[in-house]
T-cell receptor, first 116, second 114 residues
Framework: AQKITQTQPGMFVQEKEAVTLDCTYDTSDQSYGLFWYKQPSSGEMIFLIYQGSYDEQNATEGRYSLNFQKARKSANLVISASQLGDSAMYFCAMRVFSGGYQKVTFGIGTKLQVIP | NAGVTQTPKFRVLKTGQSMTLLCAQDMNHEYMYWYRQDPGMGLRLIHYSVGEGTTAKGEVPDGYNVSRLKKQNFLLGLESAAPSQTSVYFC?????????????FGEGSRLTVL
């Protein structure tokens, strides 16, 4: 079974500072992908970043980077230079490829609040 | 550029009534998913589909049925609604390519069961 764990229900960060949102995962599959979504108070799901299990370098997308540590089964999201608009729920998710099926499971999320 | 469209956006049901949520995508994606989102519980996978005519159970399938008769549509049915099914439902689709991760989400459907 696949499992995503986000242990930080809520986080605060000062504007312009960097923040790390934690995510650990558990799977016995060798081929999988990890990603992060942002959900502002308006409710839509916004894709941020993706990392494949065989990617050797950490993924980066603008101010977002994914700190992938395969041996520790962690995929933390780092947001640099936080902005007020970064205040939102953040979800870590995992996609596993098994027998032609692609199952995608999400964690419970972390609520980030950026303080001016 | 529609992407993923969910209908209806809002619905109020009485216990025991039935309804169907429709998800339509115009990106020719093979994979489609139904999730429910409840406070403090993240998104939980209800059912998913790996192609036309093929579906599979997710984490919380009880009380729901799905069908994928056409590649672009994925229907979620509640045969006898219960208050515990009050939630926000999200549909998502994906091309399934291994080098990209993006799931494209609909705007969500808020269902209240009285």
């Amino acid at each position: 079974a696949q499992k995503i764990t986000q242990t930080q229900p809520g986080m605060f960060v000062q504007e312009k500072e960097a923040v790390t949102l934690d995510c650990t995962y558990d799977t016995s599959d060798q081929s999988y992908g990890l990603f992060w979504y942002k959900q502002p108070s308006s409710g839509e799901m916004i894709f941020l970043i993706y990392q494949g299990s065989y990617d050797e370098q950490n993924a980066t997308e603008g101010r977002y980077s994914l700190n992938f540590q395969k041996a520790r089964k962690s995929a933390n999201l780092v947001i640099s230079a936080s902005q007020l608009g970064d205040s939102a729920m953040y979800f870590c998710a995992m996609r596993v490829f098994s027998g032609g099926y692609q199952k995608v499971t999400f964690g419970i999320g972390t609520k980030l609040q950026v303080i001016p | 550029n529609a992407g993923v469209t969910q209908t209806p956006k809002f619905r109020v049901l009485k216990t025991g009534q039935s309804m169907t949520l429709l998800c339509a995508q115009d990106m020719n994606h093979e994979y489609m998913y139904w999730y429910r989102q409840d406070p403090g519980m993240g998104l939980r996978l209800i059912h998913y589909s790996v192609g036309e005519g093929t579906t599979a159970k997710g984490e919380v399938p009880d009380g729901y049925n799905v069908s994928r008769l056409k590649k672009q549509n994925f229907l979620l049915g509640l045969e006898s609604a219960a208050p515990s099914q009050t939630s926000v439902y999200f549909c998502a689709s994906s091309s399934g390519q291994r080098d990209t991760g993006e799931l494209f989400f609909g705007e969500g459907s808020r269902l209240t069961v009285l």
